[in-house]
């Protein structure tokens, strides 16, 4: 009788080895330490997945193109003179622990309202070894989190967790006068931008919004993944 073979699960070295060919097909020059540190990342990711629903299940076997190459790709985007980073409801890390990896030159702040999530978060980011990142566990809206916080951050990063409106509502408080605010979607992001231009449009300097493709799996962005960029003035 036939026997089906199980697929054994991905280890570091198949993470380091997915995210060298995603490096090299996008023309960058991988640096190693740092890729290292993203293939142990996306290790500590999925056995944490495993305990506390971080990334949705059926992603794990994307857990490298979908979370964490594409949080370290945005980086090329970030402006090269910021040094404080605020990540808002960053789960287990996204995008804020590759860009804290691939970008050590920033302290960052890891910011989740569900409290088994920043426990987990905090797990990953000790093993790491990651010094330049302080996970919180809490609401970045609170009183007690403006008042620690206020006028902090002169970048702010988010994926998928709030509408802009809202996510500009959390970020006046916390940037500094001038800020940029980095928020990965996807989709259609037309009504997002109409309704967060009524409210705070003065203080949007200027809106761009970049589409994410890559090489070899996403060269049109037929995955229509997204980078909107918000420069932020008081």
């Known amino acids: 009788m036939a026997t ?3 697929k054994s699960p991905a280890t570091q070295e198949d993470y380091l080895k997915e995210l060298r060919e995603f490096y090299w097909e996008n023309g960058f ?6 890729l290292e540190r993203l293939a142990a990342y996306a290790e500590l990711l999925v056995k944490e997945n495993e305990k506390i629903n971080l990334v949705s299940r059926r992603d794990v076997a994307k857990i490298v193109e979908n979370h964490v190459f594409i949080s370290a790709f ?3 985007y970030l402006p090269e003179k910021s040094s404080t980073f605020l990540d808002i409801g960053s789960g287990g890390g996204l995008p804020g622990v590759p860009l804290a990896i691939v970008r050590p030159d920033l302290r960052g702040v890891l910011v989740d309202s569900t409290q088994k999530k920043a426990d987990a978060l905090e797990r990953i980011v000790d093993k790491l070894m990651l010094a330049n990142v302080e996970v919180v566990g809490g609401r970045v809206e609170s ?3 403006i008042e620690a916080h206020k006028a902090e951050f002169d ?8 509408p802009l409106i809202i996510l500009m509502r959390y970020s006046l408080p916390l940037a500094k006068d001038r800020a940029h605010l980095f928020a990965m979607k996807g989709g259609d992001i037309s009504e997002e931008f109409q309704k967060m231009n009524l409210k705070y449009a003065p203080h949007v300097r200027k809106a761009t919004t970049y589409d994410l493709h890559y090489k070899p799996t996403n060269v049109k962005n ?4 997204k980078l909107v960029s918000l420069e932020i003035v008081k």
Do not use: H
């Open 4 to 6: 089906t073979k199980t």
């Open 29 to 34: 020059s991988p640096d190693e330490p740092a």
């Open 74 to 76: 945005i980086a090329k």
């Open 143 to 145: 009183p007690e989190f």
């Open 155 to 162: 970048l702010i990063v988010s994926r998928a967790t709030a």
């Open 222 to 225: 037929e995955k229509d993944k």
